[in-house]
């Protein structure tokens, strides 16, 4: 199975500032690879895929990047809504499996 | 309007069976796969297993022997069944709905399995 570990498991940041969120694939994923945003006791939202495509009315300040077994979220000009766990998927090779989440807390 | 409704039972008995249903809405399931994703209390999430739109299924070896996905197409229902449940089976149960990526998820039924 891949492992994806996702780093940092929680961070804190202020208003305005850009955060960044990585998941390091066991293998290459071939940019299959997309974010989630998951608010307590809500559904996962669906932000990026194919590593950097952003989907359909995800605020452009959501961003993602990476290649290889190296994929990151980078969230600019943070928002108070922002505040959310967000985590990754890589879906190149079954079983699925998905990042340990990163809970994201706004000051 | 795309939707996913899980329904289940709060509480399970050790070694008994869970099923849960996933309503759907909004979309065919013989357009869009659906898939099981749970999540215990704290922890990441887990992929159980799929149904595909052609009516085939997968599943995540570690559930094989336990676990069986069905579907009622006439309905929009899919169906996830597991048996012999053990307290680490206690966790939030989602339905997803994929083409190439989960861009719809249900909000999840918790399930705890009691002693």
């Known amino acids: 199975d891949i492992q994806m570990t996702q780093s940092p498991a929680s961070l804190s940041a202020s208003l305005g500032e850009t955060v960044s969120i990585e998941c390091l694939a066991s293998e290459d994923i071939y940019n299959n690879l997309a974010w989630y945003q998951q608010k307590p006791g809500k559904s996962p939202q669906f932000l990026i895929y194919y590593a950097s495509s952003l989907q359909d009315g995800v605020p452009s300040r959501f961003s993602g990047s990476g290649s290889g077994t190296q994929y990151s979220l980078k969230i600019n000009s943070l928002e108070s809504e922002d505040a959310a766990t967000y985590f990754c998927l890589q879906d190149s090779e079954y079983p699925l499996t998905f990042g340990s989440g990163t809970k994201l807390e706004i000051k | 309007q795309v939707q996913l409704k899980e329904t289940g039972p709060d509480l399970v008995q050790l070694t008994q069976t869970l099923s849960i249903t996933c309503t759907v809405s909004g979309f065919s399931l013989t357009t869009y796969n659906v898939h099981w994703v749970r999540q215990p209390p704290g922890k990441g999430l887990e992929w159980m297993g799929a149904?595909?739109?052609?009516?085939?299924?997968d599943y995540n070896s570690a559930f094989k022997s336990r676990l069986s996905i069905s579907r009622d197409t006439s309905k929009s229902q899919v169906f996830l069944k597991m048996n012999s449940l053990q307290t680490d089976d206690t966790a939030k149960y989602f339905c997803a709905r994929q083409l190439a990526f989960f861009d719809y998820w249900g909000q999840g039924v918790m399930v705890t399995v009691s002693s």
């Open positions: 149904m595909w739109n052609g009516g085939g299924t």
